[in-house]
């Protein structure tokens, strides 16, 4: 029999960086919000990323550039109030070739200003930056700005700071398993037969695409993305002092493609394995002075689930390293942690949304971004949906 039902305005179900937000803008705008969450804090794609908030991930002069900006501004006026971990670490690309020198180059004197970015020379970035490997760098760019955050802390810090200042409920370690309209409201149940009734619903969860509305899902044309991580054994404090993005990277992030010669770079011969893997190499160094190393992308459509999501693929973690120590030298290369992300990617939409009745509203599929741009997207779809009447 179910128990007594629990009511609010607004509930969220997932509470990942777009599910805390969601419900952190919502409970803001004094609505009576709870965020349900299936285990005792988030551990999936929002804990197992590196922490980088670079507004290089996105194209420029788009609305998600915009978002890009609205988070880092989002994560510094919380971080003014309590230690949510964030820091103005700033973003360092090393081009490996000459056509990747070029729109570096370009891109600094197209947007120097406006993304606060300087282009180095590799004499330059050699003489200030030791660690990278002189055979590699053919040039450099520097985001002067750009933010990191501990991924593994930041929502352990800033949910139980909503609950404190009493802005949103957390019902930890419950599994919802049906959300539906019943009248002017969304009844949503969890395994325990525990039932909540609100007048909106969001459902930020993530990869998982078989237990809310899976038929949705099937039909969405969204692939599950699995890529693979690692994390060295403590370095000295001051090893990577910037955020270290390759070659590779841009190649793969979008803000580069608004360079001219950009489409050159399709030109460059690719590593087989790289390309079939999708790797591009990332280093940040952590709190603790490990340095997370990745990553992979492998692609697989929900309904098909070509990829192995269960498998840690070693010759995808040592096409990593050996690219990696091409790039830079690191005082050790041993691995203590190693481990896999999942996320949900649209190959036309640069996130997934569906609205069922009017009032329940999926939110997912924003892929590897979520962690630069999911506060800012997160801010501008509540006052999206809710300028609608609740009732």
Request: aromatic share 10%.
């Amino acid at each position: 029999m179910d128990s007594p039902s629990r009511h609010a305005d607004i509930i969220v179900v997932g509470a990942g960086i777009l599910g805390t937000f969601h419900a952190y803008f919502a409970a803001q705008k004094g609505y009576k919000t709870i965020l349900l969450e299936r285990n005792a804090y988030p551990s999936d794609a929002s804990t197992r990323n590196f922490g980088m908030v670079v507004r290089s991930i996105v194209e420029t002069d788009s609305e998600w550039a915009t978002f890009a900006r609205d988070t880092a501004e989002i994560y510094r006026a919380i971080q003014q109030e309590q230690d949510i971990s964030v820091k103005r670490r700033g973003s360092l690309y090393l081009a490996s070739t000459e056509t990747e020198r070029v729109v570096l180059q370009e891109f600094a004197q197209a947007y120097g200003e406006s993304y606060q970015c300087s282009y180095l020379e590799a004499e330059e970035a050699l003489a200030r930056y030791p660690f990278v490997q002189a055979s590699y760098c053919t040039g450099a760019l520097l985001f002067h700005e750009d933010l990191t955050v501990e991924p593994r802390r930041l929502l352990r810090q800033f949910i139980p700071s909503l609950i404190r200042k009493g802005l949103v409920e957390y019902v930890p370690q419950t599994t919802v398993v049906s959300v539906e309209t019943a009248g002017t409201q969304c009844v949503v149940r969890d395994a325990r037969g525990h039932v909540f009734t609100a007048g909106r619903v969001f459902v930020c969860s993530g990869a998982d695409y078989r237990t809310l509305f899976p038929e949705y899902f099937v039909k969405s044309g969204l692939k599950v993305c699995k890529l693979q991580m690692m994390q060295t054994v403590a370095q000295p404090q001051g090893t990577l002092p910037h955020s270290i993005l390759s070659g590779l990277s841009i190649q793969r992030y979008p803000a580069f493609e608004s360079s001219p010669s950009y489409p050159l770079l399709k030109e460059q011969p690719f590593e087989e394995r790289l390309r079939d893997y999708g790797i591009h190499l990332l280093f940040k160094q952590a709190a603790d002075g490990s340095v997370i190393i990745g990553d992979s992308h492998e692609y697989s459509l929900v309904q098909e689930e070509g990829v192995s999501l269960e498998y840690t693929n070693c010759q995808i973690n040592e096409a990593i390293l050996e690219y990696g120590k091409r790039m830079i030298k690191l005082p050790s290369w041993d691995i203590q942690l190693m481990w896999n992300g999942y996320y949900l990617v649209h190959p036309q939409q640069q996130v997934y949304t569906e609205t069922i009745d009017g009032a329940i509203h999926i939110v997912t599929g924003i892929a590897g971004k979520g962690m630069s741009t999911g506060a800012g997207f997160s801010r501008w779809h509540i006052e999206k949906v809710l300028a609608k009447s609740l009732y």
